[in-house]
C-alpha cells in the first residue's frame, strides 16, 4: 500500500475536485494521508479471496460445531462415605449415579462423544472434557453406547461419583452428521 506524505487540513471545498472519481486515480484520504485508489482496491480484493480461501478461525469453529448437541448437566451427589466401587446406590452400591442421555434423528450419524465433567484432582473445575473410561478423581463414565429406538438415534451413558464429599456435574457431548 503507498501511502503519500501528510498534507495540510483542508480550507476550501474546492480541494474535492481534486479528487478524481475513477478508480485507477482516485485517492482515498485516511486521516492526513491519501492512499491510491488502484491500490486500496487491489488490497481489498485480496482480503476478500483470503477470506474465501481460508476463512476466519471463528467461522470454521462455529461450522464445526453446528452438528454438536450437548445433554443437560446433571448433578450427581457426594456418596457421604468411602465409596471404592461403581455399582450405583440403586443397584445396591455406594456410587452415587446419574444417566446422561443424547437423542438424535434417526438417520444420523455419530461422530464423537465427548464426556465432560467438574470432577478435578486436588479441586474440582469447571466442566471439562476427560477420557470417558477412566478413573478421574473418583469418578468415571461408563463406556457411552449408541442405538437405535423409537425412530432416533440415542447415546447414552452413566456418570458415577464416589467423592465422599463432592458433588459432581456431568455431561455429554455429541457430535454428528
Not at 494521508?33 to 491500490?39: E, N
Not at 457426594?78 to 442421555?101: E, H, P, W, Y
Amino acid at each position: 500500500m503507498q501511502v503519500s506524505r501528510p498534507r495540510a487540513p483542508r480550507k476550501s471545498a474546492r480541494e474535492d475536485e481534486a479528487c478524481p472519481t475513477n478508480l485507477s486515480v482516485m485517492r482515498f484520504c485516511l486521516g492526513d494521508t491519501t492512499v491510491d485508489g488502484q491500490i486500496m482496491y487491489r488490497t481489498l480484493c485480496l482480503l476478500c479471496l483470503v477470506n474465501l480461501i481460508a476463512p476466519a478461525p471463528h467461522r470454521l469453529l462455529f461450522q464445526a460445531e453446528a452438528r454438536l448437541i450437548r445433554s443437560d448437566v446433571r448433578s450427581a451427589p457426594a456418596c457421604g462415605r468411602d465409596c471404592t466401587t461403581n455399582v450405583c446406590r440403586a443397584n445396591g452400591g455406594c456410587a452415587s449415579c446419574v444417566a446422561l442421555d443424547v437423542q438424535l434423528p434417526e438417520q444420523a450419524k455419530v461422530t464423537s462423544i465427548h464426556c465432560l465433567t467438574t470432577a478435578n484432582y486436588p479441586n474440582d473445575s469447571a466442566l471439562r472434557e476427560v477420557q470417558c473410561t477412566q478413573d478421574n478423581a473418583w469418578s468415571v463414565f461408563d463406556s457411552p453406547t449408541v442405538s437405535e429406538k423409537n425412530g432416533y438415534v440415542s447415546v447414552h451413558t452413566t456418570f458415577h461419583n464416589r467423592s465422599s464429599d463432592r458433588n459432581r456435574s456431568a455431561a455429554i457431548a455429541v457430535g454428528w452428521e
